[in-house]
């Protein structure tokens, strides 16, 4: 009997974390499950400053491009392929496209970040997964691409 009660709450728990790490972003970021889930697709999209429509531009392209669902971006703005034979044939930078080619690569690597992690989740989803060197797992929403189309 004491057996089954210990799995029935080990259960709940684990219900409890996957909810936690699938939706932890969007509290951290919104604050309520709740919004996150019930987006009206009327409601009018805020607006974001050139730097970040870049960047959800180039991230909807390259997700497009490779067909995609996600995209793991280094923290350095280097766009990762788990094929290793698209690792050698593409070499793509996100940050050297958005930000001057003269700039020092660790500056570079310091406004990237601040750039993703300033993102509108709106537009752009976090995905938690745990992968080496803690890289940026993420997806362009509906809101995202309705967003770049009325530009």
Avoid: C
């Avoid at 709450?9 to 509290?27: E, N």
């Avoid at 995209?71 to 392929?81: E, N, Y």
């Amino acid at each position: 009997m004491i057996g089954w009660i210990f799995i029935g709450v080990g259960v709940v728990l684990i219900a409890i974390g996957s909810l936690s790490i699938y939706y932890g972003q969007d509290l951290l970021r919104r604050g309520t499950v709740s919004s996150s889930i019930s987006a009206s697709s009327t409601a009018p999209l805020p607006i974001i400053n050139p730097p970040h429509e870049r960047l959800l531009s180039l991230i909807h392209k390259y997700q497009v491009q490779f067909g995609a669902t996600k995209l793991v971006i280094a923290r350095s703005g280097l766009l990762h392929f788990d094929d290793p034979e698209q690792r050698e044939r593409f070499n793509i930078n996100l940050a050297a496209e958005l930000f001057e080619s003269a700039v020092d690569p660790t500056i570079r690597s310091r406004q990237f970040e601040a750039l993703m992690e300033g993102m509108p989740a709106e537009y752009l989803r976090m995905i938690p997964e745990s992968r080496l060197d803690n890289p940026f797992v993420v997806m362009i929403t509906e809101a995202g691409i309705r967003y770049l189309k009325q530009r």
